[in-house]
T-cell receptor, first 112, second 113 residues
Framework: NAGVTQTPKFRILKIGQSMTLQCAQDMNHNYMYWYRQDPGMGLKLIYYSVGAGITDKGEVPNGYNVSRSTTEDFPLRLELAAPSQTSVYFC???????????FGSGTRLTVV | GDSVTQMEGPVTLSEEAFLTINCTYTATGYPSLFWYVQYPGEGLQLLLKATKADDKGSNKGFEATYRKETTSFHLEKGSVQVSDSAVYFCALTPRGSQGNLIFGKGTKLSVKP
């Protein structure tokens, strides 16, 4: 019963490098989300998807891109990493709008 | 826009003390309300929820009641344990949204033996 799986758990990037944060869920959820968590600031929505082939911007999308080619996978792409992207990133999924999320365990990213 | 305000932390309590973490919200219509808990080094876990006015969510001894008249969803527990030490987040899903959660900033709870 894997739930939501995120990889990697930790990563250090140099300024200007790119990387993809992976997220997969095995619950057949249509809704998937990416959040970033900064100390004392709660969680901010980066991108979300309501189904395969459909994505939309959240509150803080700049510097990120996503794709949703399958129901299971929702990768987050960072292009040209900047120190402001140092954060903990959480992927989540849900069955519908009122059910509540299942979160992954997070990716801690440091950009130096 | 919609928002969630939580009491500032950290909150430090002795074991078996009564816990209240205040949460108020601003939203149009009737949002769904949630409490999530984050243990050190882990992702967030859904603790409880309420989807309409006067609903009471409960789980693991925690309770919260959806109060439309005061736009509040305060978290309570009658007797905390050391294992309840975590960060607690209040959140809402606006009506008509795509399920996007809007979070408060979180309240860190430390319970001492």
């Amino acid at each position: 019963n894997a739930g939501v799986t995120q990889t990697p758990k930790f990563r250090i990037l140099k300024i200007g490098q790119s990387m993809t944060l992976q997220c997969a869920q095995d619950m057949n959820h249509n809704y998937m989300y990416w959040y970033r968590q900064d100390p004392g600031m709660g969680l901010k929505l980066i991108y979300y998807s309501v189904g395969a082939g459909i994505t939309d911007k959240g509150e803080v999308p700049n510097g990120y891109n996503v794709s949703r080619s399958t129901t299971e996978d929702f990768p987050l792409r960072l292009e040209l990493a900047a120190p402001s992207q140092t954060s903990v990133y959480f992927c989540a999924s849900s069955q519908d709008r009122a059910t509540g999320y299942t979160f992954g365990s997070g990716t801690r990213l440091t950009v130096v | 826009g919609d928002s969630v305000t939580q009491m500032e932390g950290p909150v430090t309590l002795s074991e078996e003390a009564f816990l209240t973490i205040n949460c108020t919200y601003t939203a149009t219509g009737y949002p769904s309300l949630f409490w999530y808990v984050q243990y050190p080094g882990e992702g967030l876990q859904l603790l409880l929820k309420a989807t309409k006015a006067d609903d009471k969510g409960s789980n693991k001894g925690f309770e919260a009641t959806y109060r439309k008249e005061t736009t509040s969803f305060h978290l309570e527990k009658g007797s905390v344990q050391v294992s309840d030490s975590a960060v607690y987040f209040c959140a809402l899903t606006p009506r008509g949204s795509q399920g996007n959660l809007i979070f408060g900033k979180g309240t860190k709870l430390s319970v001492k033996p």
